[in-house]
């Protein structure tokens, strides 16, 4: 049976206390919170809950914001969707039932329902404008990546390494794929991303699946790490990271693996450069950001793959993928900081610390402000004061 690495854990401190008994020069030892000058501050604009939330079990519970509502979840089964003026409850489901319910990939709003998929290998819909349960279905394997929705299909990718499309109305299974899936893997699953009637996913044997989507058959597979090494821990080329589309091109980075920028007209790579990361990328313009397995922040030119700046001075404080809001890179960390970054200059230019329980997963922009969800799950709406 396939064994995961505990993502929650970081994937940087598992793999550092595993080399640390070979020698204390690797110990893997959390940056210090960077002192920053704020050029501006946030203002808390409403506090509300999700429930639980996600303690420090391994989540990609992000809210979502949709239908003028913002949805968030807790991992034992509490769903929300809040007034994004005042904060307020509009309507509350519990999909717990016997034991936890062990939510996990989501939330994705789409075809007027909202699809979140479960540790338990369930993938759900509830209705937007009430929260009522439309259909519920069993797939193969842990759902732990959100759901993308095109052609009145859901499709989720599960830790079976399994693609399966689901139709939107009554969760029947339409079609399936497999792909191989190591004895060794880290906790975690590419989120499926379509356009233009193709879906593309990273694999946790090192590749990027396309597909088409009406028909769920296999176009190709690019490489994206090779297994190296001589133990099972160095030969891990997960791509856990979802596929960034930008105009003709797709990028993606693999864990051990290169960030590649692939033509998506002819399937072929336009350049790779050697990165390694398991969390999502962000975009502005021609500059793409990640951030790397050791938490170094990195922007590299998008047409051409040189790096136009590295900033490490948050090394192993377990960041979430890098999001954009109001112009600049902003990541969240495990004690509860958001960092907010000079996307031409990698410099800090702001920093706060909304709760200490840390952050699982970054802010949403939503109107007026951005939405944060912390671990413990409390949701705050936040403004920027200039």
């Known amino acids: 049976m396939k064994t995961m690495l505990n993502k929650a854990l970081s994937t940087a401190l598992v793999l550092g206390l595993l080399a640390g008994c070979a020698g204390e020069e690797d110990t893997i030892i959390m940056a210090p919170t960077p002192v920053v000058d704020n050029e501006f501050t946030t203002k808390s604009a409403w506090s509300a809950s999700a429930g639980k939330g996600v303690g420090m079990y391994y989540s990609q519970l992000s809210p979502e914001y949709a239908y003028d509502k913002v949805f968030v979840a807790s991992r034992d089964g509490v769903v929300k969707a809040l007034n994004p003026e005042t904060g307020k409850a509009i309507w509350q489901a519990d999909l717990e039932k016997e034991g936890s319910a062990r939510l996990s990939g989501g939330i994705t709003a789409g075809y007027g329902q909202l699809f979140i ?3 338990n290998g369930q993938v759900i819909a509830l209705d937007e404008e009430t929260g009522a349960l439309n259909w519920q279905t069993a797939v193969k394997g842990e759902v732990l990546a959100a759901p993308a929705v095109d052609s009145n299909l859901v499709i989720v990718h599960t830790s079976d390494g399994v693609l399966i499309a689901l139709d939107q109305e009554s969760g029947e299974s339409k079609w399936t794929i497999s792909t191989e899936v190591p004895n060794l893997t880290l906790r975690g699953n590419s989120a499926p991303v379509t356009v233009s009637g193709g879906v593309f996913w990273g694999t946790a044997n090192g ?8 028909r769920g058959q296999l176009i190709w597979q690019q490489p994206i790490g090779t297994p190296q090494g001589a ?8 791509v856990d990271a979802s596929p960034l589309i930008l105009g003709s091109t797709l990028y993606i980075v693999g864990y051990n693996g290169q960030l590649t920028a692939i033509d998506l007209r002819s399937g072929t790579p336009s350049w790779k450069r050697n990165y390694s990361s398991s969390t999502d990328m962000a975009s502005e313009g021609s500059r793409l950001f990640l951030v790397t397995d050791k938490d170094h922040i990195v922007s590299v030119d998008a047409r051409s793959g040189t790096e136009l700046w590295s900033n490490d001075q948050l090394e192993h404080r ?3 993928a890098p999001v954009m809001l109001n112009g600049y890179v902003v990541v969240g960390d495990s004690l509860g900081f958001l960092h907010w970054i000079d996307r031409r200059t990698g410099e800090f230019v702001a920093q706060q610390q909304l709760d200490d329980s840390g952050f699982a997963v970054a802010p949403i922009a939503v109107p007026g402000g951005f939405v944060t969800v912390t671990r413990n799950g409390d949701v705050k709406k936040q403004t920027i004061n200039p």
């Open 117 to 119: 998929g479960s540790e």
């Open 207 to 214: 590749r990027l699946a396309a597909a088409i989507v009406e």
């Open 231 to 238: 133990t099972e821990i160095d030969r891990l080329v997960d």
């Open 318 to 320: 377990l960041l979430t």
